[in-house]
């Protein structure tokens, strides 16, 4: 496991603006396959059945029941291909290219059909505006392969550092993993007690999805490819405790954002710093703090040392934000 000190070409460059046309045609796609595991697998409490996960070579949905069996999809950034798999052994590829979401989402439902995973979804886009059917959507048609295999890079790294975040945490806790609703990736905590129903408002999603997913006491952080040159790191607490924003957090960087209602810390002064970990476990366990503290978490009750067993485990173990403000 990489420590403290990883070398910041880890981090790959990308500019938001270089890309916004791929991205926002990505998002489109993720759109398609989150729906179609939204379609067959059951209902996990906050959404979480619905998500992708960032695999060795893009990102997938891991195994999604169908009938007696398991089929999985996922966005091969290296070979540039949707990869669909069935535990029959059969499977089907449709090629990452530069091509209108319409042509992407018939040759994808074909591929499902010919695999015998006969799947209906809602298809028309959650949490953008506007929201074009799928069917329809022949403006969002690029495909840059560099930057889906940078973007994927990015999320690499910052999986890798949410995850370890995430091990000192030993109340209820997400997985890491990717919404595709808002094309981010997340790791949520919880105090363990019930929030206040979510008021809702995200463009074209129901408001009872939202409550659904903030129906606990929580603080969320994660990774976007927005709110910064090359995207940012966020961290916000719902509901918002009083005194929240006001909180000292770190980097120097990092600030609270009016606008989204959450700290901010832009990728690039992660990717620039000297010890990239480090500076993003900071802001990452500070802003958790400053959520956990003016919310009255029982923080005793909720948080562990990960390295508790490690003279069980072997001496070379580490992990990268222990020492950082808890």
Known sequence: ??????????????????????????HMWTQIVGKIRLAHAPLVNHWWQVTLYVSPRGLTTSAIPYRSGVFDIEFDFLDHQLCIRSSDGANRSVALEGRPVADFYRETMHALGELGIETKIQASPNEVDPAIPFDEDYQHASYDPSAAQLFWQQLLQANRVLGEFRSCFVGKVSPVHFFWGAMDLACTRFSGRAAPPHP?????????????GYSRELSSCGFWPGGGEEGAFYSYAYPEPDGFAAQPVTPADAFYSRE?????LPYEAVRAAADPDR??????????????????????????????????????????GHDDPQ
Request: glycine share 10%; hydrophobic share 35%.
């Open 279 to 320: 500076v993003l476990a900071g802001f990452l366990h500070t802003t958790y703090k400053a959520a956990a503290e003016r919310g009255g978490w029982d923080r005793a009750a909720l948080e562990e040392d990960p390295n508790r067993w490690r003279q069980h485990r072997g001496s070379s173990l580490t992990v990268s």
């Open 200 to 212: 809702g408002g995200a463009p074209n999603c129901g408001d009872w999805v939202m409550m659904e």
């Open 1 to 26: 496991m990489v420590s403290h000190g990883a070398s910041r070409t880890m981090w790959p460059r990308l500019r938001v603006a270089d890309w916004t046309e791929t991205r926002d045609t990505l």
């Open 260 to 264: 989204h209602g959450q700290f901010l």
